[in-house]
């Protein structure tokens, strides 16, 4: 078995042209460019409440840097330094090799330095750290919200949800519907060029990890402000579509986790920007509703109609 010494030189030492110093030292030292701020986030995964014991090493390294990559999009920065904190049961290199792999592949493909971190026999838990760069005082907040804005998600919400349902047996999909799906829930697309891009175009920003009503209301309470969304605008895919007679897909489509999609607002002015910037991208961008004054956050159904939901279900179309 590798010691915690030869753990980090084999696994977890590369280059980090973004950073004055990276691992093998005390701490990493990196430079913010003038102008700029510094944007600091951090996300835990830990086994039983993120995932399952055995679930995909590969996938899991990907993801733990995916969900912390989407809170730089959801800033509008660009993400440059992570760190990487591991408890781990035992030093198996048949799991640490994959798992290096994942967080690797989407750290090179978005230009992500790994600096730092630690290493420590325990219960499997993946802390990551993850620092960006934004223009100073141009971040997306989620206070930004202004009354006539806009409200856009980007992609499709709710298959990863349902990738989780299907998981759990809450609902059967077909053997080719779930593998897209599962695809989206183990190895979600990052938005970071969409949030970089939504700089100057965007009022206010968040990520979707807990579901859009969630999420959403994040926005409202912090904007102060109140939400009109329309049903029938919520971008899906076709398989959620196929199922949305059956509530756990209706369910993920309005308050399903994990999709790491963005949901801004904008001023309508924006628009057709905003429709180019999709074309641009090629990733769907699609208005679901306005920002109101108020509070709260009203869903409408078909003709107008409103939907009654609490946080705990749904109930029945009007
Ligand atoms: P210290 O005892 O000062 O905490 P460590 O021996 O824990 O130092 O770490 C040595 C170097 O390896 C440090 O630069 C640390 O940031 C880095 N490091 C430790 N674990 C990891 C990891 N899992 N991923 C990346 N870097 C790591
Ligand atoms: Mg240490």
């Not at 579901?211 to 926005?219: E, K, N, V, Y």
Request: hydrophobic share 45%.
């Amino acid at each position: 078995m590798p010691s915690e010494f030869e753990i980090i030189r084999r696994f977890f030492t590369y280059p980090a042209p973004h950073a004055v110093l990276g691992v093998g030292d005390d701490a990493a030292l990196v430079k913010i460019a003038k102008g700029k701020e510094l944007v600091v986030s951090t996300d835990m995964l830990v086994c039983g409440t993120h995932f399952l014991p055995g679930a995909d090493p590969y996938q899991l390294g990907y993801k733990a840097l995916a969900v912390n990559l989407s809170d730089m999009a959801a800033m509008g920065a660009t993400p440059r330094w992570s760190t990487l904190s591991l408890a781990l049961p035992e030093a198996d290199e048949k799991w640490l090799k994959p798992f290096a792999k994942g967080f690797m592949d989407l750290a090179r493909a978005e230009r992500v330095d790994l600096i730092g971190g630690d290493t420590t026999r325990g219960p499997l838990n993946i802390c990551v750290q993850i620092m960006g760069e934004v223009p100073e005082g141009k971040a997306l907040r989620r206070d930004g919200a202004k009354v006539g804005d806009e409200i856009w998600v980007s992609g499709r919400l709710g298959d990863a949800a349902l990738a989780l349902a299907h998981l759990q047996n809450r609902i059967q999909l077909g053997a080719q519907e779930s593998l897209v799906c599962l695809n989206k829930l183990h190895t979600p697309a990052v938005r970071v060029t969409l949030g970089r891009h939504l700089l100057g175009l965007a009022h206010s920003a968040i990520d979707i990890s807990d579901g859009l009503l969630a999420d959403l209301g994040h926005i409202l309470e912090r904007s102060e402000v109140a939400a009109v969304i329309e049903f029938t605008a919520l971008p899906r895919s076709a398989v959620l579509q196929k199922y949305l007679k059956h509530d756990v897909a209706l369910h993920a489509l309005l308050a399903g986790g994990d999709d790491y999609e963005l949901c801004f607002t904008a001023p309508k002015k924006n628009g057709g920007r905003l429709a180019k910037l999709s074309r641009k991208l090629k990733l769907p961008l699609t208005r679901i509703g306005n920002i109101k004054r108020g509070r709260g956050l009203t869903l409408l159904g078909v003709a107008g109609k409103r939907i009654a939901w609490s946080s705990k279900g749904y109930d029945h179309f009007g």
